[in-house]
């Protein structure tokens, strides 16, 4: 059973739409890292269904690729949680415009 490569798109639009929501409407840096995490699963989606309907591998291997590219992103976004719990901050984004010092 093939899905039609309409449908693949139109769920990969649909979760990019409801990620860029998420990372734009939150104060919550895990929950802005939740919805980057949405949109590089639907760019993944999008890049294999392509890929299924044309009949080549390219969508895989770009696949691939942004799995490494999200397990970076989610490892260094988790470090600045870790970090700016330490340092007595909280979650809220508006925490994050100085790092370096205190």
């Known amino acids: 059973m093939n899905?039609?490569?309409?449908?693949?798109?139109?769920?990969?639009?649909?979760?990019?739409?409801i990620?860029?929501?998420?990372?734009?409407?939150?104060?919550?840096?895990?929950?802005?890292?939740?919805g980057v995490e949405f949109m590089l699963t639907a760019a993944s989606l999008a890049f294999v269904g392509a890929s299924l309907a044309h009949g080549n591998l390219d969508g895989q291997a770009a696949a691939i690729l942004i799995m490494g590219?999200?397990?970076?992103?989610?490892?260094?976004?988790?470090?600045?949680?870790v970090h700016a719990k330490r340092g007595g901050a909280t979650a809220d984004i508006d925490g994050y415009d100085r790092l370096g010092g205190q």
Do not use: D, K, T, Y
């Open 69 to 81: 590219l999200a397990a970076a992103e989610a490892a260094l976004g988790l470090a600045l949680l």
């Open 3 to 17: 899905v039609p490569l309409s449908h693949v798109l139109a769920v990969a639009g649909l979760l990019f739409v």
């Open 19 to 34: 990620g860029g929501g998420c990372a734009v409407a939150r104060r919550s840096v895990l929950m802005i890292l939740v």
